[in-house]
């Protein structure tokens, strides 16, 4: 199948499961293209998949093909016009059909995507994020017969939930399929105004050939970790204030690894001093994902106290380095953990449950042993990166 898959910006260091999503295809042996909005901001962090299958070499950026300024877009759009009438004259008329699509194609932005498009017969067009599906959809109308699918992951959720209703019409009306990472976005996507029949389930799934322990190294004090981007969503602020707790019971010897970057990252700075955190905060800033992995190995307690969190992949990954996690009751999390099996949930911002649940996996080595061999069975059992590729690539080849 030639598959395009349409990202907000690629690569980025907190979605790897796109980057997994995409390798996985080329496993499969499929012909796939990445489309971009925007190339990525700041510091770029390559994982070993981004080289090992040459992905630069298969990237579009859309801000770097579509002018931004309106002269140059008008003026590199005329030869634009001309060439593609010869080539692909039904579409691009569709394209300048202004009365039906308005600004996106008076804008000619939807002449240059069509010309993007049409390079290529596609199959399929996967869009990530319904950010990206809603400036996408109208690309269903240039090519009906392509299937044109979106999952959604969580600020896309919450962005429909303050826009209000129209905001995805067009999206969910048009769309052959909608993919819901988690059951609970399965319900808000329905409230948005999804079709309760296009909505399919595929969680996101680990590599397990790459996230499986070795050996965890013997320490002098128990290491608790956190991978997440450092915005308010992930709680990091409050989870500051539990180590703060943590920190003051004399007969535990713990570690707090902090493995991210974001907006907050200042304020989580200033927080750490003001808490006199120093001796037992270590910010590590955005790793690559083998460097995450490591981390991991040496983890013996995966911390993530989420605001709001749609389900939680990194859960999934330090699961399968039999790594015990303790994770806020929030959004799609309880589908990604085994509460009491494979680590705890902790009620909303309740610092205490926190603090004792915490502070019994460091007591109990046992029982973290018994959990991480728990979390890998479960791991094993529901979200193999290989048979979720498979129920994927059936759904494109099937789904209508």
């Known amino acids: 199948m030639k598959i395009g898959f349409v990202v907000i910006s690629f690569p980025v260091a907190s979605e790897t499961f796109i980057l997994n999503q995409i390798a996985a295809f080329l496993d499969l042996g499929h012909d796939v293209q990445i489309f971009a909005q925007l190339p990525p901001e ?61 600004k996106e194609a ?55 939930q303050e826009k209000g209703g129209e905001f995805y019409k067009r999206l969910f009306s048009k769309s052959d399929l909608v993919i819901a990472n988690a059951r609970n976005t399965i319900k808000e996507l329905i409230e948005l105004g999804c079709p309760k029949e296009k909505i399919v389930h595929l969680s996101n799934g680990v590599d397990l050939e790459k996230f499986k322990l ?88 995966f911390l993530l106290l989420s605001r709001e969190e749609s389900f939680g992949v990194v859960l999934l990954e330090a699961q399968a380095m039999q790594v015990p996690v303790v994770a806020s009751c929030v959004g799609g999390i309880p589908e990604a953990v085994r509460d009491g099996r494979t680590g705890f949930l902790v009620k909303d911002n309740d610092i205490q449950d926190a603090v004792e649940k915490i502070t019994r996996l460091i007591d109990h080595s046992d029982l973290r042993k018994q959990m991480g061999q728990s979390g890998r069975q479960f791991v094993q059992e529901n979200f193999d990166l290989k048979k979720l590729s498979g129920k994927l690539e059936k759904i494109y080849k099937t789904y209508r």
């Open 106 to 160: 008076l804008s000619l932005r939807l002449l240059y995507l069509t010309s993007l498009f049409a390079r290529k017969d596609y199959d399929v067009i996967h869009c990530h994020f319904g950010t990206v599906g809603r400036e996408m959809i109208y690309l269903k109308d240039i090519f009906p017969k392509i299937k044109f699918i979106v999952s959604f992951y969580g600020f896309d959720i919450r962005l429909g």
């Open 214 to 301: 070795q050996a965890r190294p013997k320490k002098g004090y128990c290491q608790i970790t956190t991978v997440a981007r450092l915005v308010k969503e992930k709680n990091i602020l409050f989870t500051l204030d539990v180590i703060k707790r943590l920190s003051e019971n004399q007969k535990i010897n713990f570690k707090y690894f902090l493995v991210g970057d974001g907006y907050l990252a200042g304020d989580i700075k200033i927080k750490i001093h003001e808490l006199k955190l120093e001796n037992y905060v270590i910010m590590l800033g955005a790793q690559s994902q083998e460097s995450i992995i490591d981390i991991l190995r040496e983890t013996d307690i």
């Open 42 to 102: 700041g510091k770029t962090i390559f994982h070993d998949g981004f080289r090992k299958y040459r992905l630069a070499d298969q990237i579009v950026y859309f801000s770097q093909f579509i002018p931004k300024n309106k002269f140059k877009r008008l003026i590199k759009g005329l030869p634009l016009i001309g060439m593609n009438l010869f080539r692909n004259f039904s579409q691009t008329i569709k394209a300048l059909n202004f009365l039906k699509f308005g």
